[in-house]
T-cell receptor
Framework: DTAVSQTPKYLVTQMGNDKSIKCEQN?????MYWYKQDSKKFLKIMFS???????INETVPNRFSPKSPDKAHLNLHINSLELGDSAVYFC?????????????FGPGTRLTVL | GDSVTQMEGPVTLSEEAFLTINCTYT??????LFWYVQYPGEGLQLLLKATKADDKGSNKGFEATYRKETTSFHLEKGSVQVSDSAVYFC???????????FGQGTRLTINP
C-alpha cells in the first residue's frame, strides 16, 4: 500500500512545453513538500504546503506553480520548460510542519527536457 | 543560513568493513538531525534521527550521535553489507524554518 505516490515516474518533453507532476499521500499527513534533485544528487526544497496553504517557497522561478486541492494532494505544474529543469522531482509528506517529524518521500519523477 | 556538509564520495568498502560518513552542520537554532538513505531508483527513507544534543539515533546497525560541541552527526556502522550500497544524506531541520536542509549526499558501494 503506497504511502506517497507520484505520477508519472518518467517524463520526457521538449523545451517550452508545459507539464504537470502529481503527488498523493495516504498517510493522513498535514504537510507536503516538493524537492528537486539535480544530476549530482544534490537535494533542495522547492515548496511546502500545510493543510493546503503554502508555507515555504524557496525562490523558485514562477514558471513552477504548486497546487494543493486537498491536504492529500500536492501537484506541480511547470510552464515553459527549460533545459535546466531536467532533474528528479520528489514529493514528500510529514505529519505536520514541525522540525522533528520524519518526512516520507515518493519514488520520484525523472524529468528530461530536450 | 543553515547548511550541512558531508564527506565527499564515492566511498567503496569491502563487506564487513567499518563505515564512517562524516557530517557537520551550521545552524542558528537547535536543529533536529537526520540521516536519510536512497537506494537505487527509489525515494529517500529515514534511516535515523536525533532531536537534541548527545542523543544517539540508531537503526539497522547504523548509529549517529548528535554532538553540539563539534556540530557533527557522523554516521557509523560496524560491519557493512552489500545491501547497504546506497546514497546517504545527512540533513537538519530547524524548528523555525520548517524544512529539511540536506548535505550533498555520499554514495556508498560495498563489494562482496
Amino acid at each position: 500500500d503506497t504511502a506517497v505516490s507520484q505520477t508519472p515516474k518518467y517524463l520526457v518533453t521538449q523545451m517550452g512545453n508545459d507539464k504537470s507532476i502529481k503527488c498523493e499521500q495516504n498517510l493522513g499527513h498535514d504537510t507536503m513538500y516538493w524537492y528537486k534533485q539535480d544530476s549530482k544528487k544534490f537535494l533542495k526544497i522547492m515548496f511546502s504546503y500545510n493543510n493546503k496553504e503554502l508555507i515555504i517557497n524557496e525562490t523558485v522561478p514562477n514558471r513552477f506553480s504548486p497546487k494543493s486541492p486537498d491536504k492529500a494532494h500536492l501537484n506541480l505544474h511547470i510552464n515553459s520548460l527549460e533545459l535546466g529543469d531536467s532533474a528528479v522531482y520528489f514529493c514528500a509528506s510529514s505529519q505536520d510542519s514541525g522540525g522533528n517529524n520524519e518526512q516520507f518521500f515518493g519514488p520520484g519523477t525523472r524529468l528530461t527536457v530536450l | 543560513g543553515d547548511s550541512v556538509t558531508q564527506m565527499e564520495g564515492p566511498v567503496t568498502l569491502s563487506e564487513e568493513a567499518f563505515l564512517t560518513i562524516n557530517c557537520t552542520y551550521t545552524a542558528t537554532g537547535y536543529p533536529s538531525l537526520f540521516w536519510y538513505v536512497q537506494y537505487p531508483g527509489e525515494g529517500l527513507q529515514l534511516l535515523l534521527k536525533a532531536t537534541k544534543a548527545d542523543d544517539k539515533g540508531s537503526n539497522k546497525g547504523f548509529e549517529a550521535t548528535y554532538r553540539k560541541e563539534t556540530t557533527s552527526f557522523h554516521l557509523e556502522k560496524g560491519s557493512v553489507q552489500v545491501s547497504d550500497s546506497a546514497v546517504y544524506f545527512c540533513a537538519l531541520s530547524d524548528q523555525g524554518a520548517q524544512k529539511l536542509v540536506f548535505g550533498q549526499g555520499t554514495r556508498l558501494t560495498i563489494n562482496p
